[in-house]
């Protein structure tokens, strides 16, 4: 007897895009109902992009993380009042910017119900199953510059040969689902909270954001 397979198992968004104009809340509609991979089971919700529609900046991250899961709001826990600062003392107001996430569910490990949700990075195909959405993200809010937080990230949109250490505060030139864009990559700020030196790390990623600021004055 044939088996249905369901449509995670087919690793892409690309099904659940709305068919009419792709607008940010037509976008984020439809998201909310995505079933493109394996990811949803677990999170709460999808947690889309969100800030100006008419942004010139957009910063992309990996995925939402605990807090973002029970809010369904992209940077709203630790690190995401870290960016924020950060962009500030960048000279870049957050509230200009749109952000989003390489892939719109949080995937985690717990050892036992109600325990802690231990954030665990996305792989290659849940990266790419998610794709339609940050491509037609890109395509709605037309942003001159995107900037680049984390590996997940920089592998999602330039490939997998992506180091974050190699590139970061650099200037970048590359054709990103059929659009020419410029980027700027950085670390996530999630990394700054981890660090040693956690001042040093934040100065770093605030002289990285300043390369992006300076493209946009």
Known sequence: MATTRAPEDAYTAEPF????????????????QCRGCPLHRDATQTVFGAGNVH??????????????????K??????????????????IDPADAYVTNA???????????????????????????CAPWLA????AVE???IVVLGATAGKALLGSSFRVGQVRGTVLEEEIHGRRE????????????????????????????????????
Do not use: C
């Open 17 to 32: 895009l709305p068919d009419g104009p792709r607008g940010l809340p037509a976008l984020r509609r439809a998201a909310a």
């Open 55 to 72: 942004a010139r900046v957009m910063l992309v991250g990996e995925q939402p993380g605990d807090q973002e899961d029970r809010q369904g």
């Open 74 to 91: 992209p940077f709203v826990g630790p690190a995401g009042k870290l960016l924020d600062r950060a962009l500030e003392e960048a000279g």
């Open 103 to 129: 892939v719109k569910h949080f995937k985690f490990t717990q050892a036992e119900p109600r325990k802690r949700r231990i954030h665990k990075a996305p792989n290659l195909r849940e990266t790419t199953a």
């Open 136 to 139: 037609a993200e890109l395509a």
């Open 143 to 145: 942003p001159e510059l």
């Open 182 to 217: 410029r980027l700027v990559p950085t670390v996530h700020p999630s990394s700054v909270l981890r660090a040693d030196d956690r001042e040093a790390a934040f100065q770093g990623l605030v002289q990285d954001l300043r390369a992006a600021a300076r493209i946009l004055s």
